[in-house]
């Protein structure tokens, strides 16, 4: 990413159920998991990062590198897929990263505890350094995944 892809945005208003109407996509979702258009992505599943903790939230982001991101270091078999998708309901700013790691949401990353639509598939999107994830997978191996939850 560009330095100032996640560069603090001073006029961040946090996203919330009552706001999120407001918040222009498109949205994406990474995953390994082959889906087709029309699927529905919903929670209730085992984490990517934590498979002892099952999530009351799907997750996404309006940032397709980002979406890379959690394809790449999803568990399982399978190619990573950066899903184009479409809210079903109201969303929030994702905590993990919002205000904890990073001032307001640079990452532009969100969660819904209702289902994300799939409308799309995008074939390429900018990757991250292979080292950068290796060394990313080896924290999350050594139990400090919530650098990334």
Sequence with gaps: ?????????????????????????????????????????????????????????????????????????ARGPGRPRVYLVVPTGAFEDDPNVTNQKFPGNPTRSYRSTHPLKIVGEIESWELFDPEFLRHLRERIEAGMGEIIN
């Design 1 to 73: 990413m560009h330095d100032d892809e996640f560069a603090p945005d001073n006029d961040w208003v946090p996203v919330s159920p009552g706001n999120c109407d407001s918040v222009a996509g498109p949205f994406y979702h990474g995953t390994k998991a082959d889906l087709a258009v029309g699927d529905l992505l919903s929670a209730g599943f085992r984490s990517n990062y934590d498979h002892s903790v099952v999530m009351n939230h799907i997750y996404f982001t309006s940032v397709p590198k980002g979406a890379g991101l959690a394809a790449d270091m």
